[in-house]
């Protein structure tokens, strides 16, 4: 059997939780899922068409880092790559660094 080795610096843990997505830009949002998560970075699926390098926030519901499942956890994030994906709910899957908390509260 062959050996799978990480080329990320800290592994991925499984999360499924709704998250929504917001270009800073335009103020336009969009709906998503949670798919994993490290302490720098997530990886999410959506049906929008977002461009590697572009900042954007997400909100996360029943996030993983927080204790709260009541709120929507909030992030800047930075697309670090993106790939279309055949599933049946979402076109696209993105992997992003958590640059900071997000300005905004609430989504």
């Given amino acids: 059997m062959p ?4 080329k990320r610096s800290e ?3 499984e999360h499924k939780s709704p998250v929504v997505i917001i ?3 335009s103020g336009l949002s969009f709906r998503g899922r949670l798919v994993n998560y490290c302490t720098r970075g997530l990886y999410f699926e959506t049906d929008c068409d977002l461009k590697p390098g572009a900042e954007i926030d997400i909100g996360i519901e029943n996030s993983p ?11 800047r994030t930075k697309i670090v790559w993106r790939k279309k994906i055949d599933q049946i709910f979402y076109s696209f899957g993105y992997a992003v660094q958590i640059t900071s908390a ?5 989504f």
């Fill in 3 to 6: 050996r799978i080795i990480e």
């Fill in 11 to 13: 592994t991925r843990l």
């Fill in 23 to 25: 270009e800073p830009t």
């Fill in 65 to 75: 880092f927080t204790d709260f499942s009541d709120i929507y956890d909030c992030y």
């Fill in 102 to 106: 997000s300005k905004k509260n609430t």
